[in-house]
Nanobody, 125 residues
Framework: QVQLVQSGGGSVQAGGSLRLSCAAS????????VKWFRQVPDKEREWVAT???????TYVDSVKGRFTVSRDNAKDTLYLEMNDLKPEDTAVYYC???????????????????WGQGTQVTVSS
């Protein structure tokens, strides 16, 4: 299994920036794929971004050009840099890691990986 501990987040005004961190341990290594999700109350969890083992990044359309996902393999830490934040970005954000073979599985993060504890991001207008 993989343990993920998140940090960062908080409250910011619209247009501001935040960086979320996700420190990995356990069976995690640089061959794992990582996803970021977010969730607001009474709504389904939304996929935000993915970075695969080769560093290829994909994003949901609503954050393209504003968010950047990255990984520091020397520190086993994943990042989500969020710029030009909007009120609709307000949510609890989660990181998840798993073997890349599970990248498209609905069970990503629970097959042999893990989930972070979540961190609140609040953007005020």
């Amino acid at each position: 299994q993989v343990q993920l501990v998140q940090s960062g987040g908080g409250s910011v005004q619209a247009g501001g920036s935040l960086r979320l961190s996700c420190a990995a341990s356990g069976h995690y290594d640089s061959t794992y794929c990582v996803k970021w999700f977010r969730q607001v109350p009474d709504k389904e969890r939304e996929w935000v971004a993915t970075i695969n083992k080769d560093g290829i990044k994909t994003y949901v359309d609503s954050v393209k050009g504003r968010f950047t996902v990255s990984r520091d393999n020397a520190k086993d830490t994943l990042y989500l840099e969020m710029n030009d934040l909007k009120p609709e970005d307000t949510a609890v954000y989660y990181c998840a890691a798993d073997r890349c073979v599970y990248l498209r599985s609905v069970n990503f993060g629970i097959m042999g990986g893990g989930w972070g504890q979540g961190t609140q991001v609040t953007v005020s207008s």
